[in-house]
């Protein structure tokens, strides 16, 4: 299962750019799509979880700011964020969770899309 990102760059603060990201491949079934970002310090987290019936969590830097929303029936999923901070700055990967057919699970994480955040 292959998966890619798109959407990242240059961003002013307080902007609103939109990440997409796309599932590819023999895929049965998509459990979990998130979207997970790694900042310049290194540090790994969680920026936004979205379940096949809905549930979403966020991480707490990002609540109340992005918002995630997926398409079960294209295998997509976007992240809408709002009044970008310099600190969103990171490496955006996307992740989806799932089966290849009944018995065969599969983990897979895209390439990361860089945003960057500056005036």
């Known amino acids: 299962v292959h998966v890619v990102e798109s959407g990242g760059g240059l961003v002013q603060p307080g902007g609103s750019p939109t990440l997409f990201c796309a599932a590819s491949?023999?895929?049965?079934?998509?459990?979990?799509m998130a979207w997970d970002r790694q900042t310049p310090g290194n540090r790994r987290e969680l920026g936004a979880l979205r379940t096949s019936s809905g549930s979403t969590n966020y991480g707490h830097s990002v609540q109340d700011r992005f918002t995630i929303s997926r398409s079960n029936a294209e295998n997509t999923v976007y992240l809408q964020m709002n009044n970008l901070k310099p600190e969103d700055a990171a490496i955006y990967y996307c992740?989806?969770?799932?089966?290849?057919?009944?018995?065969?699970?599969?983990?897979?994480w895209g390439q990361g899309t860089q945003v960057t955040v500056s005036s």
């Open positions: 491949g023999t895929i049965f079934s998509i459990g979990d």
């Open positions: 992740n989806a969770r799932g089966f290849q057919s009944a018995d065969e699970s599969y983990e897979s």
